[in-house]
Nanobody, 120 residues
Framework: QVQLVESGGGLVQAGGSLMLSCAAS?????MGWFRQAPGKEREFVAA????????FYVAPVKDRFTISRDNAKNTVYLQMNDLKPDDTAVYYCAASFLGYGSSPGIYEFWGQGTQVTVSS
């Protein structure tokens, strides 16, 4: 069992930046960030493979968001720059022992979610 504790959400103006953090209670194979806007399905944002730091992103955030990890702290970060109102959502981190990818189904453990609101 892995517990995930998220932090770092908040309210920011369009064009601003936020950094989300997610601390895991133990080692994992990969971690990802997902988001869910009101009335929409949960969508993949970014993922990182713990062993070598490989990353990938959903296209709308690729040039604005950066996922990274701190091995010593078992923590994953999501640096979000040039935020847009469309980025407004609850952001969830997730951890997997099964693989590395964008499908929610491979992530066994989920954080509680943190609200990100971008005003125009």
């Amino acid at each position: 069992q892995v517990q995930l504790v998220e932090s770092g959400g908040g309210l920011v103006q369009a064009g601003g930046s936020l950094m989300l953090s997610c601390a895991a209670s133990g080692g994992v194979f990969s971690m990802g960030w997902f988001r869910q806007a009101p009335g929409k399905e949960r969508e993949f944002v970014a993922a990182i493979r713990w062993s070598d730091g490989s990353t990938f992103y959903v296209a709308p955030v690729k040039d604005r968001f950066t996922i990274s990890r701190d091995n010593a702290k078992n923590t994953v970060y999501l640096q979000m720059n040039d935020l847009k109102p469309d980025d407004t959502a609850v952001y969830y981190c997730a951890a997997s022992f099964l693989g590395y990818g964008s499908s929610p189904g491979i992530y066994e453990f989920w954080g509680q979610g943190t609200q990100v609101t971008v005003s125009s």
